[in-house]
């Protein structure tokens, strides 16, 4: 395996703890509602999407950018647009300490996202 490979399966392995913490968020701030929110990611050529899917209306959901995340570098950045992300890096997922913190801080609104 290389480089490369081993990197996005951490990655790809990292979104899937990250979406389970928001999704974790979530539920306990709004018991009763489990299965409302959901993501998706979608790959792109230099990103993951991940892409908040909220059901609180069974005909219609919405449908948001959530955050860009890099595919080379698992550096998470905040949307700018639905097509581009903020400039600034908010957290790297291939760093365990910074992905820790991603996980600690990670709310389904997206309030962790924002630079402080």
């Known amino acids: 395996m290389t480089s490369l490979s081993v ?58 950018v959530h955050a860009f995340i890099s595919r080379q570098t698992g550096a998470v950045y905040k949307p700018a647009s639905w097509k581009a992300p903020a400039i600034h890096v908010r957290y790297q997922l291939l760093d365990d300490a910074s992905y820790e913190a991603c996980l600690h801080n990670a709310d389904y609104a997206g309030s962790y996202l924002y630079m402080r």
């Open 7 to 64: 990197n996005t399966a951490l990655i790809e392995e990292r979104i899937e703890g990250l979406i389970k913490a928001l999704i974790h968020n979530y539920e306990r701030q709004y018991p009763g509602n489990y299965g409302k929110l959901n993501f998706e990611i979608k790959r792109g050529s230099k990103y993951y999407k991940l892409i908040e899917v909220m059901n609180a209306n069974e005909t219609r959901p919405s449908r948001s």
